[in-house]
Nanobody, 130 residues
Framework: QVQLVESGGGLVQPGGSLRLSCAVS????????IGWFRQAPGKEREGVSC????????YHADSVKGRVAISRDNAKNMVYLEMNSLKAEDTAVYYC???????????????????????WGRGTQVTVSS
């Protein structure tokens, strides 16, 4: 059974940092791309970051570029999203997702799109507030 489980969210003050984790099971992490998305209240879900199976390609949306780092540990079946200099507008539920329909797919040169991913976690809440 394919599972993606996010963790690491919470309440953080503006300017603070968080590391989100995505634990995967039921598929070989070293074969598939992983994307991070977020959905703020009243807004559509948007792509944040992407990392290819080989880690050769990554992509970060302009809204987070310079403030996030994405990494993966295939041996541990984990993907991480390190977020720094957090702002109130980063408040959202964060999701990790994968595209099991395409092995060894690289990240595209644009923000991850929902339609390019077919398996999703349930999300972890990130709240940035003083």
């Amino acid at each position: 059974q394919v599972q993606l489980v996010e963790s690491g969210g919470g309440l953080v003050q503006p300017g603070g940092s968080l590391r989100l984790s995505c634990a995967v099971s039921g598929f070989s992490l070293d074969t598939y791309v992983i994307g991070w998305f977020r959905q703020a209240p009243g807004k559509e879900r948007e792509g944040v970051s992407c990392i290819s199976s080989s880690t050769r390609t990554t992509y970060h949306a302009d809204s987070v570029k310079g403030r996030v780092a994405i990494s993966r540990d295939n041996a541990k079946n984990m993907v991480y999203l390190e977020m720094n200099s957090l702002k109130a507008e980063d408040t959202a539920v964060y999701y990790c997702a994968t595209d099991l329909g395409h092995r060894f797919r690289p990240c595209f040169h644009w923000a991850p799109r929902l339609e390019d991913y077919d398996s999703w976690g349930r999300g972890t809440q990130v709240t940035v507030s003083s």
